[in-house]
């Protein structure tokens, strides 16, 4: 079964600051990998996703990710931070021909000023 | 709609009780999933219709878990005798169709309190 992992519980930067969110799955064949982000009370947004083709994918907000298939990773990258970036940020693995996602357990980024 | 609408955004229960949340997908997408999120965790995968039947309802943590999309729009999950642990926010998602290439959207949310 296909698993996510996200090693960083919480991770604090500076405005203004880069940023990396790091990813790691588990799935045998190529998966479609994705990042959404959960503000307090809000619903689950999409930044980006990747289904095949150019490994690095550009997102809104100014947020990139990178598919790195020999590592299995999907990181997420972001130049400058800033202060209402402050979020819970997931990764997500689809497979197959239904849209399931498993989830990672998520990072959240906290911003100082 | 403009998005995906869950009601009520808030529910408070008392153990044992049965509750129901709504779940209004975006108008046209055929695929449609709830997703459970317990504290400080990643969303769990529930169930998926394509249409009006369920196609996958793996994720299902037990027989109390049902859920229905009788005329292949809104659904409804249903939770009979509910226990503490059920306590989470219910997400719901739609889609225009049920392929992984495709994006899920999401709705904000029911947080069920068992109390």
């Known amino acids: 079964a296909q698993s996510v992992t996200q090693p960083d519980i919480h991770i604090t930067v500076s405005e203004g600051a880069s940023l990396e969110l790091r990813c790691n799955y588990s799935?045998?064949?190529?998966?479609?990998l994705f990042w959404y982000v959960q503000s307090p009370g809000q619903g689950l947004q999409l930044l980006l996703k990747?289904?095949?083709?150019?490994?690095l994918v550009q997102g809104i907000k100014g947020f990139e990710a990178e598919f790195k298939r020999s590592q299995s990773s999907f990181n997420l990258r972001k130049p400058s931070v800033h202060w209402s970036d402050a979020a819970e940020y997931f990764c997500?693995?689809?497979?197959?021909?239904?849209?399931?996602?498993?989830f990672g357990t998520g990072t959240r980024l906290q911003v100082t000023l | 709609g403009a998005g995906v609408s869950q009601t009520p955004s808030n529910k408070v229960t008392e153990k044992g009780k049965y509750v129901e949340l709504r779940c209004d997908p975006i108008?046209?997408?055929?695929?449609l999933y709830w997703y459970r999120q317990s504290l400080g965790q990643g969303p769990e995968f529930l169930i998926y219709?394509?249409?009006?039947?369920?196609?996958?309802d793996s994720g299902l943590p037990n027989d109390r878990f049902f859920a229905v999309r009788p005329e292949g729009s809104v659904s409804t999950l249903k939770i009979q005798r509910t226990e503490r642990g059920d306590s989470a926010v219910y997400l719901c998602?739609?889609?225009?169709?049920?392929?992984?290439?495709?994006?899920?959207?999401f709705g904000q949310g029911t947080r069920l309190t068992v109390v």
């Open positions: 108008s046209g997408h055929t695929a």
């Open positions: 998602a739609s889609s225009p169709q049920g392929a992984s290439n495709t994006e899920a959207f």
């Open positions: 997500a693995v689809g497979t197959g021909t239904a849209s399931k996602l498993t």
């Open positions: 990747y289904f095949s083709g150019d490994t």
């Open positions: 219709f394509q249409g009006t039947g369920a196609a996958d």
């Open positions: 799935y045998g064949a190529t998966p479609y």
